[in-house]
């Protein structure tokens, strides 16, 4: 019963997913200038927060997301917690909001980790520029231009005989790998940004995958859930689908 | 602690289940002619989509469903996320969904797996053409002409003893084979589709049911539960349960 | 890992519990010709539903429920689903309806098993019309005419070790037989109705018992949770607990 | 795998604890004259219901519930059922009413098990007027004048491992006596009130503790979860809690 | 099966997490002095609590939490429920609670435990001045002047493999320092109030961290959960993040 080690990790920019319902009863009540105007500020703050005006750097995009949970997906990556803070706040402030309600959300953090480059975290000197783009990419990622976004909040499973947790360091990280193979076989067709919520939020981590093709976010967490890393270890939260649309769409897309 | 095989896959059909619920005390309290509106505006949106005017393939059909989760479910199959995504928000721009809210919902989509079929999947030239239309079936399946529906998600378990995701191929591959038999034994009786919603949904898939005679799916579900591929590898959410009727026949439905 | 051998079953009477909690708030605000005007469309409803005036066959009673879950539960067994959809449905018709709320709900229907008579599913002649009045009083039961009732649904364990749908019939028949002695126990003081509820609800079975004496139910209920088949093989839901009046009754209840 | 030995019981008062939340946005825009009529009929229900007016025995509290679960806890016990449906009704009667939601109740009777007395309940004479002193003060209760209350539901646990209703009756008799054994240190600091609410309510038993010094509560929970009764056959429910008020004070609770 | 060892514990103030959610539609509609009014009050209601206005000790802060679970945590730590109590009760009476509604709560006490501090407990007489001030320190703890704070309840697991409660005292108090040494790691960067609620409130303990990088929380609650008195014997519930602000930033913060 020792500690085990834990891996280092490093930190990036922290992640707002913000998920809203419609109130489809007040927007169809609603008069056309009124509407209008939700119209307006809806797409200013979304274009404005897209255009990351709000901070030095990040990015955020907007999402229609399907069923009954939610009607709205707004992403924000910011550098800070009060970026996100703030932006969350500011929606409020805008005529969009007097017709939506924030019914989910999840807090988190961009991070890589020492199983996957070790070298890195112990204090080699990073010639290999590869890695040190490759970190950077995961830290302040880029959204990626796909159609459909699956968002979803994992814990790894801390039970009497799959105990993540309590195995060595070498055996996490060979599972880890071997995870990581997987999805590199998807490379092109789903791309990940994997955030921490450790003291955030409800779960461990967030997972948002984005893919044009959302057969290919299936096939790939199918094949996944068969490796040991997910069909042992992994806890999985609710899962959320949407289809990405630019700001100045959001009129047509609220008239249904 | 090896990866398994998964099977492989193929996907047709995206479907939404839509659960709604009636705002019975709005019903009741509204105008003979804003009713009237709702019927008329709902008969219409019932009808295109059960006709798949809004897609060049797919279909639709419209449930009154029993207790106090939902009274409605509207069932779309349809080619693209995007297909569902419109015809869920264009539901909203009825008058009908001044009197629903919509409680409950359902992402997947149609799929065959490699344990069912597994010549088609190695690529061996499918001259079988009943197997071809046998996939071609239950990717693109009509939805059956039958008085109920019993709609429920589940996930195949994988608890430290009774593993599904850690079995070998064969092992699964004869279970589900077995859990075929059964289903068989029914057919005529109850007809099924399932589907896949790994990355969409809470549940790994969704099992729609249909029969004329309701005992007849409390039977064949019953029977399968003890089989080894539901007694010890299966997690169900909830139930649902629900009759047909044509769009026609909403007025009266909502009548009492 | 075989499958086991399942109790034939037979089903009868179709059965929805319908809960419903009361707008209080609304019903003090209510001019008395409204409130007037509920109490008269609500008797008439509970007694057209009590004398089933809807179908050939069939039962229904009215009970006030205690604690915050509910505040009315409407009893219907009828010969068919479409009997209770519409049951169900009318009742948003009357002018009671503005003052409640569905809060919770159970759709099941009642069955006998072969554990219980298994020759009469063995498909020798039943000459035994003991027996076959006793299936009948099952099927179709009378609603017992006593004072309270309590509801829950139930489910058979199916976990890694005590797996109720892993062992054989022989003790699974066994088990039943224990457990329906001390039923026998309570015989005058406890009746119940057993209905099967796979493919319809969230549960496997509902229990509904009927008892003058509140404290029989539990003395009843506790000494089942010693026997095997409750100790080791069942999961209970929610319990409700009620008190059963006559229509007529309807506004000296809500008069507080 | 033998069904085991229940304890005897004997059943006294019904009991309703009866949580309802202030709806603090009508108060704060209630006229003066409306608040004041709500908390003379509230001040008046209290008071005839702690003089317990309704009956002929029982009595009744009132609480101020902290958190955001609860405002309020009215706790009545009385010799039946009718008296508990009455009471609950008979607040919904009151102008407070208007101002309060029922959010939370327990139902739930008085006992004695035979585990703690069995001479008692194996037929000996009685003639330890002790114990017969002991056994009416746990069916028919006084409520401690102390200020504070803690109130939760509890299971015994029926896992695969730690099956509390699968140890012999003399196994679980020790256990029983050893719990009770810790009770009996904070005699004077710590009362309790135990109901048996198997086929009342959602869990097997309520557990009602006060004291003044609500540390003393703490402390005895605390000290009795390394008790193997507690360790490895407890599973509770949620937690309320509570200082008593006089109903004359009503008014000064609800002006903040 | 024997009972073990508890350690003895001392309490210091109780403690209130009170978590509101913004009304931001009311907020919008609400004509200027009404806002102005709120924002009034809810500074003076703040500002009096920070200071301890309402009793001889004590502390509070104020919080915007990130999320869609709540908008503020207003912390309170006071000598007496009753002051909890009041200062609850006293926020409703406020403007600003027309704009509010508290959707979540923790109630609890400051507590050392005999693991940490035996000596203490063992009535050694407490030369070590240091140890005092360490103890008291625990018990009325200074708020930190930090910017960020992460709120968590949890329980010890109490499972047949895994049970904390059944540890020898010796093994737990070990448990115990190892995982203090992690906390200590991170002594400067993340200060930590941990506070017992058995018996008060849903879990055993509240555990608030304060910090100004959020990623330091992540980091010290990540490496913890490598320590076997997580890893093994941790149950974590819901996670709660913001950010601090002085009670005269109010208006600022809600206007978005």
Known sequence: MDRREPPRTEEGWYVLHDFRTVDWDAWRAAPDRERQRAIEEGIDYLT??????????????????????????????????????????????????????QTDSYLSVTEVSGYMSQDYFEGEEVEDTGMARYIESRLKPDIPDMEHVSFYPMDKRRGPEDNWYDLPFDERSDLMSGHGDIGRDYAGDVTQIITGSVGFDDYEWGVTLFADDPAQIKKLLYEMRFDPSSSRYAEFGRFRFGRRFPPEDLGALLAG
């Open 48 to 101: 404005a927060h897209e255009a990351v005006a709000d901070a030095d750097a990040g990015g955020s995009a907007t999402f229609s997301v399907l069923g009954h949970d939610a009607d709205l997906l707004v992403l924000h990556l910011r550098p800070s917690m009060a970026h996100l803070d703030t932006a969350e706040r500011r929606f409020e402030a805008t005529a969009l909001a007097d017709f939506t309600e």
